[in-house]
């Protein structure tokens, strides 16, 4: 048993005993701390310490022994409750009267209990009420995980790795420059693309998301870039292209690495003018639009085989994420050998093997 603020024993919960009734209640401390921790606060300065204990679980509160009797005892309940909402508050009353119990409970305490005690079912209770609140406590935390920004913009994670991802998005978010994201099939790709656009001033603008690896060769410089009426056989109408409904906004290209090299080259010049021309046009339309791809080809390995144009490589920042969603994290600096990257910035992101936590070259 200890007084004050530290609890007596390194049991998974704690309990405070509040009583000036030194005779008594040390009986109490003694079967109690066969599960418990416990403390035994018997003036005003130790209330206040073990109200203040972080690791507190629970209050066991003699209601008569405080001030001129079970009344100002309800009024220290209602005080901690207040104070500690996280608490298994406990009454205690030699007291018959009903109303004491009724009010007890709607000052806030959980439980309330007639003297003599029976110590086994206090001990069960106090056990029972204290695993089902903590239970309660973790289900708000994840709720709450997910509505504020440890879940930053719908990647769940409040960790220490993960806060530094959340730092290397929002590195980029307010930039207007390109972002190429790294990483394996699952590794989140595309929440990073979603949280760095709405993390930046296009949040509120349009994001377009196309996965280049779904669409057939043949027909993916008509997706991007429209067409008007008549420019090829079954073209009966105009269409606006993905790139020119991403105008203001976000345009994600998903497994870039997938397009050939004469759409990257089409897809670079539009970067550098700040222009796109359907298929079949005449006109030129200025566009203004953000650029964010993502791959999980080994782009390097790909320029030495030919399949992309090797490109002045420039640095840029780079984060490592891995599989088991961003358990461990570490910023480095990389490079980008992407054919379309000679004339505008590219920011890497570059996401691996979320439970290896390798390191980068």
Not at 140 to 146: M, N
Not at 233 to 258: R, S, Y
């Amino acid at each position: 048993m200890a007084r004050g603020g530290q609890p007596s024993n390194a049991a998974q919960y704690s309990i405070a005993i509040i009583s000036d009734e030194e005779s008594t209640f040390p009986e109490i401390c003694r079967f109690l701390a066969q599960t418990f921790g416990t403390i035994l606060a018997t003036n005003e300065e130790q209330i206040q310490a073990v109200v203040n204990a972080p690791q507190l679980d629970g209050i066991v509160l003699d209601l008569d022994s405080i001030g001129d009797g079970s009344n100002d005892g309800i009024e220290v309940l209602r005080e901690l409750r207040q104070i500690r909402e996280d608490l298994i508050l406990v009454a205690i009353t030699r007291s018959t009267d009903r109303r004491v119990t009724l009010k007890a409970s709607q000052a806030g305490a959980d439980e309330c209990f007639l003297v003599p005690l029976d110590l086994q079912e206090l001990q069960v209770v106090l056990s029972r009420a204290i695993e089902k609140r903590s239970l309660q406590l973790e289900g708000r935390r994840l709720r709450e995980q997910v509505e504020n920004r440890s879940a930053f913009c719908g990647m769940v994670g409040c960790s220490a790795a993960m806060q530094r991802v959340y730092k290397a998005i929002q590195a980029v978010a307010d930039s207007n420059a390109t972002v190429l994201v790294r990483g394996e099939s699952g590794t989140g790709k595309e929440l990073v693309a979603q949280a760095i656009a709405r993390s930046g001033d296009r949040k509120d603008k349009p994001f377009i998301c196309v996965n280049c690896s779904a669409i057939p060769e043949s027909l993916m410089e008509s997706e991007l870039f429209g067409y008007e009426k008549g420019a090829f056989t079954g073209a009966e109408t105009a269409k606006a292209g993905l790139v020119e409904l991403a105008h203001t906004g976000t345009l994600f290209l998903d497994e870039i690495a997938t397009l050939d090299q004469n759409l990257q080259t089409k897809l670079l010049r539009v970067l550098q003018e700040h222009a796109t021309q359907r298929l079949g046009g005449r006109s030129v339309k200025k566009i203004d639009f953000r650029l964010i791809a993502a791959t999980n080809d080994d782009l390097e390995d790909m320029v030495n085989q030919g399949r992309l144009a090797a490109s002045e490589r420039i640095s840029s920042i780079a984060s490592t994420l891995s599989r088991s969603c961003f358990r461990r994290c570490a910023n480095v600096t990389g490079t980008c050998p992407c054919s379309w990257t000679t004339s505008f910035a590219c920011t890497v992101l570059r996401i691996r093997s979320l439970l290896s936590g390798c390191s980068l070259r």
